[in-house]
């Protein structure tokens, strides 16, 4: 199933720009009478039926509107320091859209190897991989932050479920992810993956300090993109299996 | 922690190849009394120290024997399709190593898009994900066999707790793989992962005639490897989390 994206709707009328349309048109030859869908990339899916089929700017009436399209029952927000490879961090995020994610954070800490980023392949990444696992809402990619300032904003609000994963195996007592993680629908969880290097004790501290439950996903040695991946599992497999 | 990887044990005396051997001397500059770590990719870790460095056959004493080092308290045999996109293939590969694996089998189904796979590169991919996440067993890699040849063969296993994941939903009843999984520990789990196409039904019939379980990996529509990774995740979170 193929599925267009767009942000412009107007009434019973959608547009799409020119990248969208180009494929629609001339890479798919889609023409005039046909059926397409298309997500709004904040969770609805609508079938319309192609009305121009402009290869810059096609334009389709809305059939049909399916709202949560492929949704999951709660909001996950994972805050991952960028791997130095950006490749992995791009396979993490296509990865955690496949399963059902809300927002991705990258946070830079005291040991990241990796200081700079930029969202903008990242998001088209996210598109891509939403489109393709058939999903109506794109998960949104936060400017970077650091570790602290993210502790410090989500550890504000206490209707999220925070967790940190972490080493310091024996220092700081952890829980195992599953049980950190209790109840699942309608709830709001944000959880930290950090460097290589692991996090500072002092972002450890100031995390416990902020509500931040620490816990460990089990006992092997993770690359960070693979611990993201697992904490996202971990969601994704307690809610639905 | 860096580790050399060597098959050449005799007696108290441990053999590197030309390759790990350039690795230890050339780029790492080990020299003789220093300390180093090998394992033997059946699951033990030697401490020893180098006697002899020479660049293409270095030699060193143990003194040290560490058995069953990294490993998992379960044996698990990953059966997937391989994708047409390799990196993806690679990418399941290196994340069930870290995590915990026994066996990937290469099987080719019905519906697959890659009919031809080399195994090479993957048991170097393999290896190198052993050394970087701390195991003293490397997984094997089966040479390719048909989903069908492959069920025919683990379904005569009794003692195998044998899943197949596959679609079809509403026609084949299908088990959450948490609860087809049950107790874990000293267990043999054998698990098929399809092609982007599925199965057809006469795989998975004649699976479930086998004795294998039909199980759904929740409601995601997951890429093959996505797919296996999460299988992967499944019994791994069940065992430690």
């Known amino acids: ?14 547009t799409l720009d020119a990248d969208e349309s180009g494929h629609c ?27 121009d089929a402009s290869p810059k700017s096609a334009q389709a009436r809305v059939v049909k509107v399916e709202p949560d399209w492929g949704a ?3 909001r ?17 995020a296509e990865k955690a859209t496949e399963l059902g994610i809300d ?7 005291e040991h990241s190897e990796r200081k700079v980023f930029k969202t ?12 393709q696992s058939l999903k109506g809402a794109v998960p949104e990619v936060a400017e970077p932050v650091s570790v602290k300032d993210f502790i ?6 206490e209707d999220v479920t925070k967790l940190i994963c972490c080493c310091f195996e024996g220092e700081v007592p952890r829980t195992s992810v599953f049980e950190a993680l209790g109840e699942l629908a309608g709830r709001e969880i944000a959880v930290l993956i950090g460097p290589e290097g692991d996090f500072s004790r002092e972002e ?20 960070t993109e693979t611990a993201a991946v697992t904490a996202v599992e971990a969601v994704y497999l307690k809610a639905f299996c």
Not at 83 to 91: Q, V
Not at 152 to 157: D, I, K, P, Q, Y
Not at 204 to 223: C, D, T
């Open 76 to 92: 996950l927000t994972m805050a991952v320091c960028p791997t130095k490879n950006l490749d992995r961090y791009e396979w993490f």
């Open 72 to 74: 999951h029952p709660y």
């Open 120 to 131: 903008e392949r990242l998001r088209r990444i996210l598109l891509s991989a939403s489109k």
């Open 25 to 51: 048109v001339k890479v798919l030859r889609h023409r005039e009478g046909d059926e397409i869908s298309v997500i709004d990339g904040e969770g609805t899916l609508y079938t319309c039926v192609l009305t």
């Open 204 to 223: 450890v501290a100031l995390a416990v300090e902020k509500g931040f439950v620490p816990v460990h996903l089990g006992p092997s040695r993770l690359r």
């Open 152 to 157: 410090l904003e989500t550890g504000s609000r």
């Open 103 to 109: 927002t991705i954070v990258p946070v830079i800490g």
């Open 1 to 14: 199933m193929e599925l267009f994206f767009s942000r412009q709707f107007d009434g019973d009328f959608c």
